[in-house]
């Protein structure tokens, strides 16, 4: 969420568009998505050329080519060479429709690549030289390193005219993202897809994760898979389809697939085609029941999209594929044929493994909303055990519509954009636990799924005394109380219950359900004691009363 500094610079680069003549908020996202995307390429084509003087190979985006007229130098189309022109000059690159900055951006990427296909409708709409000198020199001295400021920018602008969002969709923050892909792992034979892909946060960090945790040779020898098969996504939206299509481009994704369709309609025939789905789909939507495509609603009779979403992606997981979802907790808990027709598609046909309870504040400012994570995998054959449920009580900011974070800000950015929290040591981990439970929540779940867990742990997570030697035992490899917590303890925050109980409670997933609260036994006096010292403070008060009174005369 933007605040101090940022959101002043955003506030007066928006002021520069209104001033301008250019209010449509939309046209300013487009407009400003436009000029980061030229700023990120000339960051790209500088790190590339600093790496060929260590042997790295890269074909060059900015090229010297003869025009319809003269010749035409690319790079001339690089950010540091566009701010240092003439204003008038600047703006007749941008303007040019045969040989300017506009018509390169259209050509990145192959011919007839849907990259390429999306960015034939983006055109230029700054008409004043002097807004567009204003707004290049604003954005300059806006530091975007952090990749996670691009789509703050976006969120905090639709937010100015939306509220966050239509039809229940709301811009997942960065973390949450993180702590999906963390949880799943994605490697470099999934196929990976976001259904309902907005900017593409959610591809974008695992085409971080899947960088950050493999050889460049390996990476080199998967590129064609990375490059056009690996990201895949649907959305309906034009200005969306082109900031996902910009956003995984600028991160290394030549081709990605983002399908202008409406995912949960009759138009969408994908199936069995992803091993991977990470997804924060739409909550509280409706779509017209004649439109939704017939195999969905064979699960799922309903027009709520996020049910429809549910079936979804079941259809299109390969078998063996697995998913993590964002679901609103009536999807958890509601009483309708349609919710309980899709919990139990999940859980009796299918195998889920998790859920993950998050508290209201997460989607703050914009709704209040309570989530959770789902996690299950797709077997058409069953397979759901022990369901593990999670109680989110602490994402590591407040929960009031300012956010503000309650750890220290390099430690929540290690986690939620470096290194997955690795580097920090025990000690810490477990110190902000009380303020910052996605440290725990990704120890518990790896804990739980590896074969650590079955030495230690009784099937229904019953903790077991065993003799043997500590990192036989997994205490090496995860927090000291990851180990030695007992999983069927109902009042902690992580806890596992049964297939059968689920089925017994009606496929009822909301954790509430199943969680044991501890009352305190409170002791008070008995009536006739407080009404005997109530009748000594009423003495007392009159007898200071008739004190006070004889003063004053």
Not at 482 to 497: A, I
Request: charged letters at 25%.
């Amino acid at each position: 969420m933007i605040t101090g500094e940022l959101k002043t610079q955003i506030d007066g680069i928006w002021n520069t568009f209104w001033t301008g003549g250019i209010s449509n908020t939309i046209t300013i996202v487009e407009q400003l998505t436009y000029l980061i995307f030229i700023k990120d390429l000339d960051e790209t084509e500088t790190r590339n050329e600093r790496k060929a003087l260590r042997g790295f190979k890269y074909t060059p985006l900015f090229a010297i080519y003869k025009g319809e007229k003269d010749e035409v130098n690319q790079q001339d189309f690089r950010w540091k060479n566009l701010k240092e022109m003439d204003v008038n000059a600047r703006h007749n690159i941008f303007t040019n429709t045969v040989d300017g900055v506009f018509p390169f951006i259209r050509s990145l990427g192959q011919n007839k690549s849907l990259f390429s296909t999306y960015m034939k409708g983006a055109t230029f709409g700054i008409s004043k030289p002097s807004v567009l000198d204003q707004v290049m020199e604003k954005l300059e001295r806006i530091d975007m390193t952090n990749q996670d400021t691009k789509g703050d920018i976006y969120e905090y602008l639709l937010s100015k005219l939306e509220g966050g969002g239509t039809a229940g969709q709301f811009r997942t923050p960065r973390h949450i993202i993180k702590l999906m892909v963390e949880l799943m792992q994605p490697t470099l034979e999934d196929t990976i897809c976001d259904p309902s892909a907005g900017t593409a946060g959610f591809l974008v960090a695992a085409k971080e994760y899947i960088d950050k945790h493999n050889e460049m040779t390996e990476l080199d020898k998967h590129s064609e898979h990375i490059n056009k098969t690996m990201f895949n996504g649907t959305e309906f939206d034009a200005t969306m389809l082109r900031i996902a299509s910009m956003n995984l481009y600028l991160h290394g994704v030549e081709e990605p697939n983002i399908v202008d369709v409406d995912a949960v309609s009759k138009d969408n025939t994908v199936s069995n085609a992803y091993t991977l789905v990470l997804a924060n789909p739409p909550f509280k939507g409706t779509i017209d029941k004649d439109s939704i495509s017939v195999g969905l609603k064979n699960v799922t009779d309903t027009s709520k999209t996020e049910l429809l979403f549910l079936a979804l992606i079941l259809r299109q997981l390969k078998t063996g594929g697995r998913a993590a979802v964002i679901v609103p907790d009536g999807v958890l808990f509601g009483s309708g044929k349609a919710h309980k027709s899709i919990r139990e598609e999940i859980i009796a046909n299918n195998r889920l493994e998790a859920v993950i309870s998050m508290p209201s504040g997460v989607f703050k400012p914009y709704s209040g909303v309570s989530t959770a994570i789902m996690i299950f995998t797709k077997t058409g054959s069953g397979g759901t055990n022990n369901v593990w449920f999670y109680n989110m009580l602490a994402d590591g900011k407040s929960l009031d519509d300012k956010r503000n974070l309650l750890v220290d800000e390099d430690l929540f950015m290690a986690f939620a954009f470096g290194d997955g929290f690795e580097k920090a040591d025990q000690d810490l981990k477990l110190a902000v636990h009380e303020k910052f439970n996605l440290p725990q929540i990704l120890d518990h779940y790896r804990y739980i799924k590896s074969d650590f867990f079955k030495k230690m742990h009784a099937v229904n997570g019953e903790l077991l005394q065993i003799n043997d030697l500590p990192l036989n035992l997994g205490f090496g490899q995860f927090l000291e109380n990851t180990c030695t917590h007992d999983y069927s303890n109902r009042t902690s925050q992580s806890f596992l219950v049964p297939f059968q109980e689920i089925k017994d409670n009606d496929w009822d997933l909301s954790i509430n359900r199943y969680k044991e609260i501890v009352y305190e036994e409170v002791i008070y006096d008995a009536p006739k004691d407080i009404l005997k010292r109530i009748n000594s403070i009423n003495i007392l008060r009159e007898v200071i009363a008739k004190q006070l009174e004889q003063n004053l005369s």
